[in-house]
């Protein structure tokens, strides 16, 4: 069976002592027989390893700290949760407003502390929030970067988790520009209402950039990358589509059924569709487009 591995720092990969090269993004390919149990080391420079047996159980649990994808050739193992080798505490940040002190700290791992006469919590942060600056809006607390927001309410519960181009608070509106992981370079203007401890979005638009003549053209190679993306952050796909196709739109949906996101394959074509199993366990399903004068005329699984 073939194994990609991929890990979310650079690591020195050891299949059974044998090294395998460098993993990142992008991945490292072996054959492997699941059942001689070989061993897998993912070594990172400023964390523990991870480590695990390669068997059969790949397919249904995944190794601590990684995603595992089943693949129509194979399995991808992921490795994203590296063991911290520091686990001294830090103090980043302390602000106070009003009667709430909140503190930013690490401690191996990266936490929001929030402390009100009423409540107490700390909430696990990625890596990415090390340079979060805090605002209050009422019973809500937002830490924001650069590109990344997040939002809990003063009693701890996590609301919100975006990437983002950019972002305002105008009284109990949030209002953000969300970029959206296609090769068209769309993204998406939302809204959402602030009240009563709970984050209601009221308007997602999916916004596209123009070209000098006004009007954006999807290459044939991008075509089918475009349209699975489409269905997925539920952007207009209607130009996409042939008349005859166009006419049964309601059921594409439904056909596709429930998804991740979209993975590029060797054809361009063909894509995959990633959906969740379990808790970091991952399929992935593929759909095939037929083109006839740049409209897609025919979807197959």
């Known amino acids: 069976m073939k194994l990609y591995f ?7 990969l050891f299949i059974s002592g044998a090294y395998f090269g460098v993993t990142d993004l992008f991945e490292r390919t072996a054959d492997v027989d699941l059942r001689d149990n070989l061993y897998a080391e993912f070594l990172p420079e400023n964390a523990q390893p991870i480590r695990f047996f390669i068997t059969e159980r790949l397919r249904t649990t995944p190794p601590e700290g990684c995603e595992v994808y089943l ?3 194979g399995i991808a193992v992921y490795a994203r949760d590296f063991p911290p080798t520091d686990l001294t505490l830090r103090v980043i940040w302390q602000k106070t407003h009003g009667d709430c002190l909140t503190t930013l700290f690490s401690q191996g791992h990266l936490y929001l502390s929030v402390q009100t006469p009423k409540n107490f919590f700390n909430a696990h942060l990625p890596p ?5 600056t805090p605002s209050f809006h009422g019973e809500f607390i937002l830490l924001s970067t650069q590109n990344e927001l997040i939002l809990f309410t003063l009693d701890g519960k996590e609301l919100l988790h975006e990437k983002v181009l950019s972002f305002s608070v105008e009284g109990n509106v949030l209002t953000a520009r969300l ?12 809204v959402w ?8 979005q009221t308007a997602f638009t999916v916004c596209q950039p123009s070209t000098a003549a006004g009007k954006e053209k999807t290459d044939e190679g991008l075509l089918a990358y475009a349209f699975f993306e ?12 042939d008349g005859e196709l166009l006419a049964d739109k309601d059921k594409i949906r439904a056909f596709l ?9 060797d054809s361009p074509t063909r894509c995959g569709l990633v959906r969740k199993k379990e808790e970091r366990l991952f399929s992935v399903d593929y759909f095939q487009i037929s083109i006839k004068d740049g409209k897609i005329v025919e979807i197959t699984a």
């Open 230 to 241: 489409s269905v997925l952050i539920g952007a207009n796909f209607d130009d996409m589509l």
């Open 193 to 200: 209402e602030l009240s009563e401890g709970e984050c209601t």
């Open 257 to 265: 059924g429930d998804f991740e996101s979209v993975i590029l394959t």
């Open 179 to 190: 970029p959206l992981s296609d090769r068209l370079g769309r993204y998406a203007d939302c």
């Open 71 to 73: 693949l129509e050739d």
């Open 128 to 132: 990415s929030f090390s340079s979060a």
């Open 6 to 12: 991929l890990s979310s720092t650079p690591c020195a």
